[in-house]
């Protein structure tokens, strides 16, 4: 647990099936990228995705609203398809997963399952850091990322 500070972005959003979101954020990784370096925006950290989710929504099924992008030290200005965001202040529980992105789902579960057992609920967007480039580490059995999820107290 801890509390994170307000982070200005740059990211490209999108509504897609779950299984089309590992081939989706190369590209916009790539996109964004060039926008940054296009505009001499300083890049603050490695790439990430959130995911918004509503009460009730399962993130397997149906469309993911999704923005990706990276954390930037400087609020830009986008160009209509990357666009100037943030990561959210307050509260949040992050883990650490290693591993293909497919087994993110079960991390995910049993972050939300650890956060109930403390009374808390996830708040607003949740958004995975990929700490490890898969174009550098083919192998994703060696993927490291940070699962980020910001909570709130359960309504008593």
Known sequence: M??????????????????????WLP??????????????????????????????DDR????????AGFPVAEPITGDGWVRPSALPAGPAAVATHLGPCEAVETACA?????????????????????LTDPATEPDPAHWLSQLVVPYRPAAA
Do not use: N, S
């Open 110 to 130: 049993e972050l939300d399952a650890w956060l109930a057992g403390r009374g808390l609920l996830p708040d607003g967007v949740r958004w995975e850091v990929y």
């Open 27 to 56: 590209g916009v990784f790539h996109a964004v990228a060039d926008h940054l370096e296009r505009a001499d925006a300083v890049v603050a950290g490695p790439a990430f995705a959130c995911i918004e989710l509503r009460p009730g």
């Open 2 to 23: 801890c509390t994170l500070k307000r982070q200005h972005t740059a990211v490209v959003r999108g509504a897609m099936p779950a299984a089309d979101l590992p081939g």
């Open 60 to 67: 397997r099924l149906g469309d993911l609203r999704t923005a």
